[in-house]
């Protein structure tokens, strides 16, 4: 099983509509989640942080955990044409042979919103 | 704040040559920064760790003679290409976490466009 899954998607989601973006993680120590942005040819950007169960807003953004499910969502609601990108999920995922932690990420879910 | 540069933002180089790519914190300290590569459509790959003062972390069948990487102060670190081939072409991407930052979240350099020829 994949550390951090996606669906690649494309979601198609009309302009003004809620896109929901969805992310399974496998390890149940998981304590952090991030939210990334990558638009075409660019590198990401992180737009949500998420420590703990229940929803975090920010903006037109809120994500969502749930530990016991082992689920993180993302939606963003009044979706905007300059939403279109690629929206990664990231957790934290092992130790490196050096000790420290490193972040998996998802393969991502390419979001187009239609004008 | 948490802003990373990177620089070269775009390079095309022969076969054979090697290319050195620089990643900057540039309003914060960053006591570890990572270095990753991505193909088209696909998804991040770490390549290693750099951490300030310390040898890099490489991942398992990331050479690490081939990808120098030296992390000198904690702003700044180099992940060098030698001996570049055309399937070095690639994104490469630096992020650096936050030396007082919150646990894990790391922000990524605008990436540099490698193609070798």
């Known amino acids: 099983q994949k550390e951090v899954e996606q669906n690649s998607g494309p979601l198609s989601v009309p302009e003004g509509a809620i896109a929901s973006l969805n992310c399974t993680y496998s390890?149940?120590?998981?304590?952090?989640f991030f939210w990334y942005r990558q638009y075409s040819g660019k590198s990401p950007e992180l737009i949500m942080s998420?420590?703990?169960?229940g929803d975090k807003e920010d903006g037109r953004f809120t994500a969502q955990l749930n530990k016991a499910s082992q689920y993180v969502s993302l939606l963003i609601r009044d979706s905007q044409p300059s939403d279109s990108a690629t929206y990664l999920c990231?957790?934290?995922?092992?130790?490196?042979?050096?000790?420290?932690?490193?972040?998996?990420f998802g393969i991502g879910t390419k979001l187009q919103v239609i004008p | 704040g948490a802003v990373v540069s990177q620089h070269p933002s775009r390079v095309i180089c022969k076969s054979g040559t090697s290319v050195k790519i620089e990643c900057r914190s540039l309003?914060?300290?960053?006591?570890?920064m990572f270095w990753y590569r991505q193909f088209p459509k696909k998804s991040l790959m770490l390549m290693a760790t750099?951490?300030?003062?310390?040898?890099?972390?490489?991942e398992q069948g990331v050479e690490k003679d081939k990808f120098l990487i030296n992390h000198a102060s904690l702003t700044l670190s180099t992940l060098t290409v030698t001996s570049a081939h055309p399937e070095d072409s690639s994104f490469y991407i630096c992020?650096?976490?936050?030396?007082?930052?919150?646990?894990?979240?790391?922000?990524f350099g605008p990436g540099t466009r490698l193609t070798v020829l």
């Open positions: 992020s650096a976490r936050h030396l007082y930052g919150r646990r894990n979240e790391q922000f």
């Open positions: 390890d149940r120590g998981s304590q952090s």
């Open positions: 998420i420590y703990s169960n």
């Open positions: 990231a957790a934290p995922w092992g130790l490196n042979s050096g000790g420290y932690q490193k972040v998996t």
């Open positions: 309003d914060f300290q960053a006591t570890t």
């Open positions: 750099s951490n300030e003062g310390s040898k890099a972390t490489y």
